[in-house]
T-cell receptor
Framework: AQSVTQPDIHITVSEGASLELRCNYSYGATPYLFWYVQSPGQGLQLLLKYFSGDTLVQGIKGFEAEFKRSQSSFNLRKPSVHWSDAAEYFC???????????FGTGTRLTIIP | GAGVSQSPSNKVTEKGKDVELRCDPISGHTALYWYRQSLGQGLEFLIYFQGNSAPDKSGLPSDRFSAERTGGSVSTLTIQRTQQEDSAVYLCASLGTSRLYNEQFFGPGTRLTVL
């Protein structure tokens, strides 16, 4: 069965600092990997996804993520965070032909001035 | 509408009562999902509808939970004899196709509180 681990429940970062959110997955084949963001009171918005090809993927709002098969990781990064990035971030894994996603427990990001 | 909508946004009910949660997917999306988001638990898959195929109910936690999708559009998630552990945010998503991959679009959710 597929699973996703987000080891950091809560991260606090200063505005303008760099950010890395960790995601490790377990899946028997090549996974489809996603990062979603959930702002307070909002639904989930897709930031980026990896299906195949280039292992460094670019997303919206200046985010990027790198797929590392050897480490079973798909960490999310941003070089300089903005106060508006404060939200909950979810990593998810799926399989081709089966769009049922398995989500991690999320990482809550707090931005301090 | 432009996005996935869900109603009500908040629902408070008493233990043992039945509740119905509604999801309006994006027009033209053939696939629809229900997830449950409990505090500290991430999102848990509940049920998946794809076109006219039989739904994938493998994530429903008990037979108190059921869902239907009428006319291939609106979906209703019903929880019978609610329990306190049913308290959560229930999210609906519909599936669209964007470029080379499929993307699930999520609604804002219904926060259910069972007293």
């Amino acid at each position: 069965a597929q699973s996703v681990t987000q080891p950091d429940i809560h991260i606090t970062v200063s505005e303008g600092a760099s950010l890395e959110l960790r995601c490790n997955y377990s899946y028997g084949a090549t996974p489809y990997l996603f990062w979603y963001v959930q702002s307070p009171g909002q639904g989930l918005q897709l930031l980026l996804k990896y299906f195949s090809g280039d292992t460094l993927v670019q997303g919206i709002k200046g985010f990027e993520a790198e797929f590392k098969r050897s480490q079973s990781s798909f960490n999310l990064r941003k070089p300089s965070v903005h106060w508006s990035d404060a939200a909950e971030y979810f990593c998810a894994v799926g399989a081709f032909g089966n769009e049922k996603l398995t989500f991690g427990t999320g990482t809550r990001l707090t931005i301090i001035p | 509408g432009a996005g996935v909508s869900q109603s009500p946004s908040n629902k408070v009910t008493e233990k043992g009562k039945d509740v119905e949660l509604r999801c309006d997917p994006i027009s033209g999306h053939t696939a629809l999902y229900w997830y449950r988001q409990s505090l500290g638990q991430g999102l848990e898959f509940l049920i998946y509808f794809q076109g006219n195929s039989a739904p994938d109910k493998s994530g429903l936690p008990s037979d108190r939970f059921s869902a239907e999708r009428t006319g291939g559009s609106v979906s209703t998630l019903t929880i019978q004899r609610t329990q306190q552990e049913d308290s959560a945010v229930y999210l609906c998503a519909s599936l669209g196709t964007s470029r080379l991959y499929n993307e699930q679009f999520f609604g804002p959710g219904t926060r259910l509180t069972v007293l």
